[in-house]
T-cell receptor
Framework: GESVGLHLPTLSVQEGDNSIINCAYS??????FIWYKQESGKGPQFIID?????DKRQGQRVTVLLNKTVKHLSLQIAATQPGDSAVYFC?????????????FGQGTILTVHP | GAGVSQSPRYKVAKRGQDVALRCDPI?????LFWYQQALGQGPEFLTY????????KSGLPSDRFFAERPEGSVSTLKIQRTQQEDSAVYLC?????????????FGPGTRLLVL
């Protein structure tokens, strides 16, 4: 079988709990950050983004926090549902280009138990 | 409206074979990106087009990889003389303009297996 789960961090939660997924980024010059959700066999799906001049942004059931001091990004999902089960990637636009060349983190597997 | 589409969704190739992967971006999107995603890893940048111009090909792993977008819409990623290490999912993404601070929308990917 596939070994995809052997190398990625995992987070297992109960339905209805809040989930927090963390990401450390590498480039202090990065000015734009995005969280993507990727379900098996599908491409990454945009969840929420944040620019470097902000430290918090909220969407529907999701919040992204940015701490530039320690180069840390987190995604909070409220009232997690089984449909939220997927691999979550953070991505950064590391600057140096005007067109949004993204660098992705390694991903976190989120499993939501009913 | 239609999102980014890619074809074929799956491709099995014998080592040494040439393959061509197609991407149809969202209509009107200026920017088009190709990424490679190995099993269990995040996508890695391959190349970028602004309309028909290939402005960045710094991520292409070798000269066996070639991409084009001749009319500024559909793009093709071609891999010549495929090797087993080319096995991966190839993702295409597009965004409306060519500014960095905007959303990239991804297609479902083409899963390439080289035997």
């Amino acid at each position: 079988g596939e070994s995809v789960g052997l190398h990625l961090p995992t987070l297992s939660v109960q339905e209805g709990d809040n989930s927090i997924i963390n990401c450390a980024y590498s480039n202090s010059a990065s000015d734009y950050f995005i969280w993507y959700k990727q379900e098996s066999g599908k491409g990454p799906q945009f969840i929420i983004d944040i620019r470097s001049n902000m430290d918090k942004r909220q969407g529907q059931r999701v919040t992204v926090l940015l701490n530039k001091t320690v180069k840390h990004l987190s995604l909070q999902i409220a009232a997690t549902q089984p449909g939220d089960s997927a691999v979550y990637f953070c991505a950064e636009n590391a600057g140096g280009t005007s067109y949004g060349k993204l660098t992705f983190g390694q991903g976190t597997i989120l499993t939501v138990h009913p | 409206g239609a999102g980014v589409s890619q074809s074929p969704r799956y491709k099995v190739a014998k080592r040494g074979q040439d393959v061509a992967l197609r991407c149809d971006p969202i209509s009107g999107h200026v920017s088009l990106f190709w990424y490679q995603q190995a099993l269990g890893q995040g996508p890695e940048f391959l190349t970028y087009f602004q309309n028909e111009a290939q402005l960045d090909k710094s991520g292409l792993p070798s000269d066996r990889f070639f991409a084009e977008r001749p009319e500024g819409s559909v793009s093709t990623l071609k891999i010549q003389r495929t090797q087993q290490e080319d096995s991966a999912v190839y993702l295409c993404a597009s965004s409306l303009w060519d500014r960095g601070l905007e959303t990239q929308y991804f297609g479902p990917g083409t899963r390439l297996l080289v035997l």
